[in-house]
């Protein structure tokens, strides 16, 4: 189907089948296990509603807030927009399908593809950046397709307003911008660049981003001091990234967007796709260099599937009853391995071993109540005279977040923590010189270690259900502030 040719109808009724059912099952599943450390991360900053973060933009802790607000601080409250998000993804990815002439057919296996993958599934079920970065890459592939399938320069407002949300959500969308950019220039057409429309969408992405760009400017740009550590601790990062591009979405799917990176250099119809099928190199590339972790591609996988599905179900056509009913059998396993690992199907106690080796997010949603018990069970080592002037110092922002949850009704005060933006959010008043509750440990010759000393180990705690994620195992110790907390807290900081 040439550039200038009318699409197909968009095939409503099967995907929004497909919708319906990711729908049901999300939901059903949302509170089987618990809220993830991010997502305790989440609720509390979105009770601190800010144009920045020091990880992150703002738009997932405000999507927490507006979720919590109105469907309640729960698991399933906070992961219905996390549900939402997932369901606008498979029909954003049916709609690229769509734009390259795939019909009803490709447009359901699209959706279908979309669902069941690995990664989606993961950033559906519970709430992380994500979530809605996985939709807005979507989006900005599909105007920028538009843009170049039609020639329609105003298109480029589409994709400057997705970019700008974008980038108050996160700054990753840059690599897919510079990837397209680079496409288009190579590869064409590059009479989409010869507009004013394009400065038009420069200045609307540029208003929408301005607020987080300079809180960022303000606070001395930490989301670059923790893309710096990432990048640092990048060795592993560089040797997993091309082995897990081929299991993120699904190993039964890697074929399909392989054929969607082949597929506009064979179809000349398609010729002003190439820039598509070189984006995602290009991103690679980057990736590799700067450390990046292996997921952060794998939204620019889901356009090239949607690129690939006529060629693959040509080929499914084209073959006899022993090559489709080993391609189902294959689709079947890598979805229901999909499923195993990106959904709490299995109670919490199977999840030790493969499941969690796969993807350990699941783990971290499992026992924070009995986290915050332990805790409790430790604060009343303290005397009571003293516990007015006593400090819980979690180690990191899912401690601290699981305390500001689950400790009130616990009898717990307000935890404190110098890990991300908790550090923000602290000190703690000079005025608290009473014993200091540590969950966890400093390295030995860090400066922490010589402001909080005399550390007794008081408890270690456990997961209930023993999953080894990590909390399983951190001690708790009573320790001595050697500063006052304004002193003592600017050396505490920790990024990472």
């Known amino acids: 189907m040439g550039a200038g040719r009318d ?107 979309t669902a069941l993958s690995a990664y989606v599934l993961v950033v559906s079920h519970m709430l992380a950046t994500n979530s809605a970065d996985v939709l807005l890459w979507s989006l900005i592939a599909l105007f920028g397709l538009k843009l170049l399938r039609t020639g329609d320069g105003r298109w480029w407002l589409a994709v400057g307003a997705a970019a700008g949300i974008g980038l108050a959500n996160k700054w990753l969308v840059l690599l897919l911008l510079s990837g397209l950019g680079i496409g288009v220039a190579i590869a064409g057409p590059r009479g989409v660049l010869r507009t004013w429309w394009l ?119 084209r073959g006899g009853t022993t090559r489709r009913v080993l391609t189902g059998a294959a689709a079947a396993v890598c979805a229901v391995v999909s499923v195993l690992t990106g959904l709490p199907v299995v109670p919490a106690s199977a999840l030790n071993g493969p499941l969690l080796a796969v993807n350990k997010e699941p783990g971290e949603q499992v026992g924070w109540p009995g986290f915050a018990d332990t805790v409790a069970g430790a604060w009343a080592r303290i005397p009571a005279t003293e516990q007015d002037t006593a400090v819980i110092l979690a180690g990191n922002y899912g401690e601290a977040g699981a305390l500001e949850h689950y400790g009130p009704e616990r009898g717990l005060p307000q935890p404190y923590s110098p890990h991300m933006s908790y550090a923000d959010w602290g000190p703690p008043p000079d005025r608290q010189v009473g014993p200091v509750l540590l969950i966890g440990s400093f390295e030995r010759g860090s400066p922490a270690s010589r402001l909080i000393t005399g550390c007794r180990v008081v408890a270690k705690h456990h997961t209930a259900e023993g999953v080894d994620n990590d909390e399983n195992g951190v001690m708790l110790s009573l320790c001595t502030l050697t500063e006052p907390w304004s002193t003592a807290w600017p050396l505490l900081r920790q990024y990472y």
């Open 199 to 317: 400065a038009g969408g420069i200045g609307i992405a540029s208003v929408l981003a301005a607020p987080v760009v300079l809180w960022q400017a303000s606070h001395g740009w930490p989301m670059l001091t923790v893309a710096g550590g990432i990048s640092d601790d990048g060795g592993e990062n560089r040797i997993l990234f091309m082995p897990m591009q081929l299991v993120y979405l699904s190993p039964v799917l890697v074929p399909g967007w392989i054929a969607g990176l082949v597929r506009p250099w064979r179809d000349p119809a398609l010729r002003w796709a190439r820039a598509l099928a070189i984006a995602y190199p290009v991103v690679c590339a980057e990736l590799l260099v700067l450390g990046g972790k292996p997921y952060y591609s794998v939204p620019l996988l889901l356009p090239l599937v949607a690129l690939g599905a006529e060629p693959a179900l040509r080929w499914l056509s």
């Open 7 to 113: 699409l197909p109808r968009f095939a409503a009724l099967p995907v929004g089948i497909v919708v319906a059912a990711q729908a049901v099952i999300l939901t059903l599943l949302s509170g089987r296990y618990g809220f993830h450390r991010d997502e305790l991360y989440f609720v509390a900053a979105g009770h601190r509603p800010d144009w920045g973060y020091v990880d992150n933009p703002p738009i997932t802790p405000w999507l927490a807030r507006a979720s919590t607000a109105v469907f309640g601080e729960t698991p399933t409250g906070l992961r219905v927009v996390a549900t939402l998000l997932g369901m606008a993804t498979v029909v954003v990815v049916a709609l690229i399908a769509r734009e390259f002439g795939g019909g009803r057919g490709a447009q359901l296996f699209t959706a279908i593809a």
